[in-house]
């Protein structure tokens, strides 16, 4: 006869009612003290650099709304806010509670079998975008004989835009990436075409959109200003043609393009005084500004 009950903590491989009643009483906690958030797998759509163990580019096109708990709530932890010798550096952390039952009920197995690492949470109480570093599997390890994890917590730190593509379809969401990415202005001048380009849609530079020299995004459209702001850009685009609407059929003459200036809704890139700097030390006139000859 086993020293230890044949009734609890048995181990068994099919889940026992005691087990079963764990998982939803966890199932309900959460869903009483949680939020109501999205996660967003990542996807990579280039070839992964096997150096610095990085996907080279990124994307985010599913977002699945599912009851995360907050588990730090009295705060950020992590190193905070702080200046370094590359500028502000924002390091808040915080970590989320979601329940393995539910994770898998919400995301496709065929995405996600469990919260991976890279992933991204977006909290719409916080309007904050967390990037998740680290998934703990056991923190009720085996309670009641229980094999798989019931809970998931995932330590996570506020993510840092680095020019992802993300169109998941929430509006919310996808604005994060029209506000903080790279951004450029291109002056135009005697329209060709229908006056007024779309918001949102593609342009390109070239004889058609298969065969384009350069393409991007409209992000905003000064009409008066003849000004043109663009994101998600491919290639570079010349004064020396013009910029064609996809969906809007607008066609205008590049008069002038400014890549160096500083036009997202925040200061993150400090192109332009790069460039500044730079001039004063070195003669980019010269054929080798290094050395002769």
């Known amino acids: 006869m086993s020293p230890v009950s044949s009734y ?68 950020y932890e992590g190193d905070g806010d702080f200046f370094s010798k590359f500028g502000l550096e924002v390091r808040d952390t915080s970590n989320f509670i979601v329940s393995r039952r539910e994770f898998e009920r919400y995301v496709p197995s065929v995405i996600a079998t469990r919260p991976r690492e890279g992933d991204l949470i977006y909290i719409p109480t916080l309007q904050k975008l967390f990037e998740i570093k680290f998934i703990e599997e056991e923190l009720m390890f085996f309670s009641l004989g229980n094999r798989n994890p019931y809970i998931y917590e995932m330590r996570a730190e506020l993510f840092r835009f680095s020019n992802e593509d993300i169109k998941t379809g929430i509006a919310e969401v996808d604005a994060i990436a029209t506000h903080t990415t790279y951004t450029i202005k291109i002056n135009v001048s005697t329209p060709t075409g229908n006056v007024d380009y779309f918001i949102g849609e593609s342009v390109y530079q070239g004889a058609n959109i298969a065969y384009a020299t350069a393409q991007a995004e409209v992000k905003d459209w000064d009409r008066a200003g003849l000004e043109l702001l663009l994101i998600n850009i491919v290639g570079e685009f010349s004064t020396s043609g013009n910029i064609s609407g996809v969906s809007s059929n607008a066609k205008y003459r590049v008069s002038a393009t400014d890549t160096l200036g500083d036009f997202v809704d925040y200061d993150l890139y400090d192109n332009r005084n790069l460039q500044t700097e730079a001039n004063n030390f070195i003669d980019l006139s010269e054929n080798n500004p290094f050395g002769s000859p």
């Not at 903590?9 to 199932?27: G, K, Y």
């Not at 992964?48 to 995360?68: C, H, P, Q, T, W």
């Open 8 to 75: 609890f903590n048995n181990f068994s491989a099919i889940p026992t009612t005691e087990v079963q009643l764990m998982e939803d009483v966890v199932n309900e906690s959460i869903t009483i003290m949680g939020h109501n958030c999205y996660y967003l797998p990542r996807e990579s759509f280039d070839e992964d650099d096997f150096i610095l163990g990085e996907n080279v580019n990124s994307k985010f096109d599913r977002a699945y709304l599912m009851a995360f708990y907050l588990a730090n709530v009295e705060g």
